[in-house]
């Protein structure tokens, strides 16, 4: 059988067209449903460590437990979203995610709690897995870099409303009440991402049916003997394990002397989210006129520095060292996250940013956990030394098999 014609006649939604402008702010909506609960736990680990007598490290794994979850989840619904429809997937994912995420903060003990946030995190990987095949497939290919920037700016406000919310509300009430409030932030945001959303018409489901189609482990495998993709896989799990340690860590650091900060102070220190959201487009537009590759080493660069001003002992330095940290991050993720569906080609472009997330989330889960004993086994200035390390390596990783790549309206 041949292609749908749908599919050949379809160029994909120019900006400044009314279905462009609804799917950006659908999936900025999705981000937030999805990115808020994800990270809401981050900033009330000080109360959850104080409350049920855990050391930082312990605390984080309410963070990992849901971010592990996740990455064993992507590649699934990747699978699942070949099958049944990329937004279909993501609704089904998104609002099973909510009801979990208002039955976490209601645990009787730790032992429920991880488990919820682990069944919840395996929900939330239906967004990740696949907004940016779904990007890539409904945007004209010559702005899908620019698109994927404004749909990582969603994730950071997610992530930042999350934190905020949880963290004020979490210092006056309890951890659970702040976690339960987010919770419910995500239920009205996930009626909004199925509301404004419109329907694919770059993708149908089930295509892959065909006997001419290649087949899902055929896809699965084609991404993991690239070089090129394995390298860009290596930047979600590199940077964004250094990015969520010191997210994790650094309120435990700035708790103590020589600075001292009162609990309120340092969940506004999640504001620094606002650099993400505003260097995720501006990495975007850049990588779609000068090239993803600059842009993406000029970005581990920022955030390189980021992390070298945190060795201060002034507050004022490690803000300013945490803005640039997280602006260099989110650029990078953005770049490297919408790369990697493009260059797949047509017919693994789920699987390849599936994978990408895997990697994203695995890492996020070993490194907020493992960085934690560093933190709490010597001192900051190691464990700034070890996100110094995957900085390095990511770039390393860049410069090998990224260089050669081609120009920015390619792969």
């Known amino acids: ?4 014609p749908q599919v050949v006649t379809f160029t994909g939604h120019a900006p400044g067209s009314p279905a462009y402008r609804r799917l950006i702010v659908g999936l ?6 999805t990115f808020a609960q994800l ?12 409350a049920l007598g855990i050391s930082p490290a312990s605390a984080a794994l309410s963070v990992s437990a849901a971010t592990l979850g996740l990455a064993a989840a992507v590649i699934p619904w990747s699978m699942v ?10 609704a089904i994912g998104v609002l099973t995610a909510t009801v979990l995420g208002l039955l976490a903060p209601l645990s009787a003990g730790m032992e429920m709690l991880l488990t ?3 069944l919840e995190g395996v929900a939330l990987g239906a ?16 702005n899908a870099a620019a698109a994927a920037g404004s749909y990582i ?48 018409q770059g993708f149908v489901p089930g295509r892959f049916r065909d006997d001419a189609g290649p087949g899902m482990l055929t896809r699965l495998l084609a991404p993991l003997r690239s070089g090129r993709q394995l390298a860009l896989y290596a930047q979600g799990f590199l940077l964004m394990g250094a990015f969520v340690a010191v997210y994790n860590y650094l309120g435990f650091h700035l708790a103590e002397p020589p600075f001292a900060l009162p609990a309120w102070v340092v969940t506004l220190l999640f504001l620094a989210y606002l650099a993400g959201t505003v260097s995720s487009p501006w990495a975007g537009s850049l990588a779609s006129r000068f090239g993803r590759y600059p842009v993406l080493l000029g970005a581990i660069a920022v955030m390189a520095a980021g992390a070298t001003a945190m060795l201060a002992h002034a507050t004022p330095i490690v803000l300013l060292g945490l803005l640039l940290f997280t602006g260099g991050f989110f650029g990078a993720h953005a770049v490297a996250s919408g790369w990697a569906p493009v260059a797949a080609g047509p017919d693994s472009r789920a699987q390849a940013s599936s994978l990408y997330y895997f990697g994203y989330y ?15 086994q010597v001192d900051w200035v190691w464990f700034i030394v070890a996100v110094l390390a995957m900085c390095g390596l990511a770039a390393a990783s860049a410069v090998a098999k990224l260089r050669a790549s081609p120009g920015p309206r390619s792969s």
Not at 28 to 33: H, L, Y
């Open 1 to 4: 059988m041949g292609a749908d």
């Open 39 to 50: 990270y809401s736990p981050q900033a009330v680990l000080p109360q959850l460590s104080t």
């Open 81 to 90: 979203a070949d099958r049944i429809g990329r937004v279909q997937a993501m």
């Open 127 to 142: 967004v990740p897995a696949v907004a940016l095949a779904y990007l890539s497939e409904e945007v004209s290919p010559r």
């Open 362 to 376: 695995a890492g996020s889960s070993l490194f907020g956990w493992a960085l934690g004993i560093v933190f709490g």
């Open 28 to 33: 900025f909506f999705a981000g937030i449903a």
């Open 116 to 118: 919820l946030r682990l």
């Open 153 to 200: 700016a969603g994730t950071t406000v997610g992530g930042l409303l999350g934190r905020i919310v949880s963290g004020i509300v979490g210092e006056q009430t309890g951890w659970r009440e702040g976690m339960w409030t987010v919770a419910g932030l995500c239920a009205v945001a996930a009626v909004l991402f199925l509301w404004l959303t419109p329907k694919a």
